[in-house]
Every structure is written in C-alpha cells, then in structure tokens.
C-alpha cells in the first residue's frame, strides 16, 4: 500500500506570506467597501498572509498603523475613501514612518492620483477590480525587495 508521503506534491511550496526568518507577513488592509476589504483579507489569508488589521477610511487606518506599528508589514490602501482619502493618508502614514510598505489599490482611470501617489512614496498599486494572482504578485514583488 502506497501512504501519501511516498508521493511527492508539486504543489507543496512555502506559502507566499511566509517570511524568510519564519512567521507571517501582517498587513493592514485600509478600504471603504466591505467587500474589498473581505476579497483582500481571503487572498492573502490563503496565502499565510495576517491581516494585522482594517480600518474603513485614512484616518482610521492612519490611526490603526500607528497602533500597530512596528508590527505591520504592508499596508493596502484604497484610494477613495470618505473621511480622508487614500493619497493623505498615505502621506500621513509616511510622515510617521518613511519606511512603511504602501500599496496603493485604485479603479481603472485613476492613473494620475496613483502616478502622485508612486512618487510620494508609495511602493507599487494593484488595479480593482481585484485579480488574486496580480494581487500576489505585486505585493510579493514589494515584500522580496
């Protein structure tokens, strides 16, 4: 009888979320819709990613950051948001912390605030609608830097 560690996986690979010295990546997920919020947190859970934390507009997640700083990895933040939006809050958060990970998540046509954003210190930005590979991708490609 063949047991199931006789046969090798091609799938069993580190996930993405793990660090190299061990434990997970914590991100904070700044986003006024729920559901972006929700789809964000599933793909980077199912990758070994924490979620360290929410937070619905910039204020908030400007607040939650320092709370959370300096155990926070990465944060993606929305670009609309009531309140503050994602620009000054990105750059409120980089007035706290220069070296803070901020990935900016913006819909289609908002090329020149994401543009201002990149050149404020932002680190990369993903598109909605959200696709799980690119998600991954980018925000990988900023955590291997």
Sequence with gaps: MIAKSDMPN????????????????RDLVVDDSMFIAKQLGQI???EGFEVAGTAADGAQGVEKYKELHPNVDLVT????????DGVSALEKILEFDKNAVVIMVSALGKEDV????????????IVKPLDRKKVLERVISVLKR
Excluded: H, Q, R, W
């Design 77 to 84: 933040m929305d670009i609309t948001m009531p309140v503050m």
């Design 10 to 25: 091609i799938n069993d690979k580190p996930p993405e979320g793990a660090k190299p010295e061990g434990g997970a990546y």
């Design 44 to 46: 980077f859970t199912s």
């Design 114 to 125: 994401v543009k201002k954003s990149l050149l404020m210190g932002a680190k990369s930005y």
